[in-house]
């Protein structure tokens, strides 16, 4: 399990889907981080792009 209140912008994540995701900032909330995707192997149009990622997409660091 990832402790979503010490991730720290630059760090990366693995999500559910394969996706791995770049920090871009923490909320502070210990549920949500503003992410940046930068591979997006079942939504390639994604990658480059920005969102919040909820703690229960994540599976890992990457």
């Not at 939504?43 to 909820?54: N, R």
């Amino acid at each position: 399990m990832i402790n979503f209140m010490d991730l720290q912008a630059g760090q990366r994540l693995r999500l559910k889907d394969g996706a791995v995701a770049e920090v871009v900032e923490n909320i502070g909330d210990g549920i949500w981080v503003q992410v940046r995707y930068l591979e997006a192997p079942k939504s390639p149009s994604m990658v480059g792009t920005e969102e919040l990622c909820h703690c229960e997409e994540a599976v890992g660091l990457a």
